[in-house]
């Protein structure tokens, strides 16, 4: 028996220049709240996914979290960062506290408010999370430009699989009404570097990069002699957090080595093999991280995982779809918010209750979130609690 999630909100992702980084917390954490039917003063503990750095001039943002309701006053509520995986440590930080016994009812919210910046200052804040005494001053497009420069040069180019990556992941999108960019477009349009897709950093184009955007979700995640009392509950099968490396120096960059660990811990933990999945949402904040994540997770052996797309493996309607949401590519990536949206857009696949976006028969699904150029590491296996 493992902790369950039995609650969740999220807004919608996007330029939301509207919206202060108090407004997304407080609508995600109010709307899982009352999804779940959990009294505000029920929560014995608070949990922000958070990456921030200097995106927003709020670093100290836990406790914005009791504005959703004043009965969360004096509720411990603490920050977690791990770069774009800073979502997840929340989740598995209120999971350790519910398995420690020091926690029965857990609120869990990711956020990120990033387009208070132009793209040059957001560029710049998300380099921070890269190893500086090495790659100071290279942007992460180019960190993965670098990527699939290496992995093109010993695979060979796959430029035309990641513009059919991006067109999946686009049109999955249309059928989520929460995605960033609900337009679907051509493979011709990928495929080819132009004035309206420009090459940001060779080889990816922009049509390879997830989008700058603001938004955040939420869970209420229960002990599990508390599922019952729920009409809805997903629990966690199994869950791994594998960190490698920061220095890119040190790590074969021709594969995702700690995303590969974190797949084969959580598979071997479960007792399942990649086979037994119904759908996978993964961390595409490019197209080249998404193409490489089918190796990590054994879809494909390594630099054949462009199989996956010409077989139709992870399309819509193959036998393991990937990214029915849209991804990070579509769907939007708000660096804190992303780990927690995911697991929420697995939750709603195993309840069916993801509208559009269902797939018929989701019994099994794996999210796996990523920080960085593949440092911090989560997966999780998640089912309808029986």
Known sequence: ???CIT???????????????????TAAARDSLDHAGVGAKDVDGIWLGHFNSGMVPDAFA???VLGADDDLRFTPATRCENACASGSAAIYSALE?????????????????????????VTQALAGASYQAEETGVSFPQIFGRIA??????????????????????????????????????????????????MIAAPLRMTDCSLITDGAAALVIVAPELAADFPQAVTFRATSQVNDFLPMS???????????????????QARVTVGDIDFAEVHDCFTIAELMIYEAMGLKPKGRGAEAVAEGTVMRDG????NLSGGLKAKGHPV????????????????????????????????????????????????AAQ
């Open 1 to 3: 028996m493992q902790p």
């Open 7 to 25: 609650g969740w909100g999220h807004t919608k992702f996007g330029a939301l220049n509207d919206r202060s980084l108090e407004d997304l917390i």
């Open 62 to 64: 836990a406790s914005l």
């Open 97 to 121: 506290a519910i398995r420690a016994g020091s926690t029965r009812i857990a609120l869990v919210v990711g956020v990120e408010k990033m387009t208070g910046l132009d793209t040059a200052g």
């Open 149 to 198: 420069q290496g992995y093109f040069q010993r695979f060979g180019d796959r430029s035309e699989t990641l513009a059919r990556i991006a067109v999946k992941n686009h049109a999955n999108a249309m059928a989520n009404p929460l995605a960033h960019m609900q337009k679907a477009v051509s493979f011709d349009f990928c495929n080819t570097v132009s004035e309206k897709n420009p």
């Open 250 to 268: 040190r790590r074969d960059m021709t594969e995702l080595t700690g995303p590969r660990v974190a797949f084969e811990r959580a598979f071997a």
């Open 319 to 322: 036998a393991l779809p990937v």
């Open 336 to 383: 804190g918010a992303t780990g927690v949206s995911m697991h929420v857009m697995a939750a709603k696949q195993l309840t069916g209750t993801a509208g559009e976006m269902q797939v018929e028969g989701a019994e099994l699904g794996v999210v796996f979130n990523m920080g960085g150029s593949g440092v911090a590491n989560y997966c999780s296996l998640l089912e």
